[in-house]
């Protein structure tokens, strides 16, 4: 039985192949290399995509705690001189 992969290591290998790519087109590496190279991270981002779409991670956060682990506070601003009126 294969083992699950999470979907951020699609995304790690498909960022690392980019960011190479901008690397090589910097250096003046041979076009079909970079060519290549740019067709199979097209590919990869297409996989990395349908991976992270389709991982079963279940959360009981909605918009209103902003997808996070913490919720977001409101925060209260005072201004020293209440009477003060900004324009």
Sequence with gaps: MMK??????YVT???????????MCAMGFPFNWVFYLTVAGQILVVLMVYKVLTDDYETDKTFEHFYEDRPIQPVEVKAENEEEKFR
């Design 4 to 9: 699950k992969v999470s979907p951020m290591v």
């Design 13 to 23: 290998i498909t960022t690392l192949l980019l960011v190479t790519i901008m690397v």
